[in-house]
């Protein structure tokens, strides 16, 4: 820091700068080197950042348009690799890796045969959440909130397209009641769990 000059002196010094206006004096310090340095930085950064911009041709619009054109490619595969048909209907090579994973894990609640347990028969024809390919997939991705959870991150869009190519092969069966107890199947008729 300067040391600033005594009120009394200031007054004394003949020059316009040290003018009194309102009691309040304007003083002749020296520029703080800090504040040169900030100042002749910004004209330095002026330059460099026109050469820059001009020489290598980089622009606001182009990297707006580099981004879209980015994010469409991104969207256009996520796209691809959600398909909104099976890609394996009637693929026996995929319908025996369903098989594995629906008796690993879906049987457990559907049933072996996929008549149902705790959740739904998927063998008759009643689909509480449509069964198109589509839905299907959206049923086993993300889950229901009925108490089917959601498989997406464990088995991957690839294994659950191939559980389904498995599903669709069970032999189906519209025996009332099948399904999970009090399970009612939309517009049917409310009819009681066999023995219950
Ligand atoms: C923890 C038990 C459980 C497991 C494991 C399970 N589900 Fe489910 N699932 C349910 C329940 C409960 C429902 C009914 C959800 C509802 O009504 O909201 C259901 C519903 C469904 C439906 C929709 C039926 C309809 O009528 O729309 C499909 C399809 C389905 N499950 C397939 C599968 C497949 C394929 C697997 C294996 C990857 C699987 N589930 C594993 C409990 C399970």
Same mark, same amino acid.
């Given at each position: 820091?300067? @040391?600033?000059?005594?009120?009394?002196? =200031?007054? *004394?010094?003949?020059? !316009?700068?040290?003018?009194?206006? $309102? &009691?309040?004096?304007?003083?002749?310090?020296?520029?703080?080197?800090?504040?040169?340095?900030?100042?002749?930085?910004?004209?330095?950064?002026?330059?460099?950042?026109?050469?820059?911009?001009?020489?290598?041709?980089?622009?606001?619009?182009?990297?707006?348009?580099?981004?879209?054109?980015?994010?469409?490619?991104?969207?256009?595969?996520?796209?691809?690799?959600?398909?909104?048909?099976?890609?394996?209907?009637?693929?026996?090579? @995929?319908?025996?890796?369903?098989?594995? =994973?629906? *008796?690993?894990?879906? !049987?457990?609640?559907?049933?072996? $045969? &996929?008549?149902?347990?705790?959740?739904?028969?998927?063998?008759?024809?009643?689909?509480?959440?449509?069964?198109?390919?589509?839905?299907?997939?959206?049923?086993?991705?993300?889950?229901?909130?009925?108490?089917?959870?959601?498989?997406?991150?464990?088995?991957?869009?690839?294994?659950?397209?191939?559980?389904?190519?498995?599903?669709?092969?069970?032999?189906?069966?519209?025996?009332?009641?099948?399904?999970?107890?009090?399970?009612? @199947?939309?517009?049917?008729?409310?009819?009681?769990?066999?023995?219950?």
């Amino acid at each position: 820091m300067t @040391a600033e000059r005594p009120p009394s002196e =200031v007054a *004394e010094l003949p020059r !316009a700068d040290t003018a009194e206006h $309102d &009691g309040i004096h304007e003083e002749d310090n020296k520029i703080p080197t800090w504040f040169n340095v900030a100042f002749l930085g910004t004209i330095v950064f002026a330059f460099v950042y026109i050469i820059y911009y001009t020489a290598t041709g980089w622009s606001a619009r182009g990297q707006y348009e580099a981004e879209v054109a980015a994010a469409d490619v991104a969207a256009k595969a996520a796209q691809a690799s959600q398909p909104t048909t099976n890609p394996y209907h009637r693929n026996p090579a @995929a319908i025996a890796d369903g098989k594995v =994973v629906f *008796e690993q894990i879906c !049987a457990a609640c559907h049933k072996a $045969d &996929g008549s149902g347990l705790v959740g739904p028969s998927l063998i008759d024809p009643y689909w509480k959440y449509g069964n198109t390919d589509e839905d299907l997939f959206k049923t086993v991705m993300y889950g229901r909130p009925g108490g089917m959870p959601a498989w997406g991150t464990q088995l991957g869009a690839d294994k659950v397209w191939r559980v389904l190519a498995y599903v669709e092969t069970l032999p189906k069966s519209d025996v009332p009641g099948l399904g999970a107890p009090g399970y009612q @199947a939309p517009g049917a008729p409310a009819t009681p769990p066999p023995g219950g």
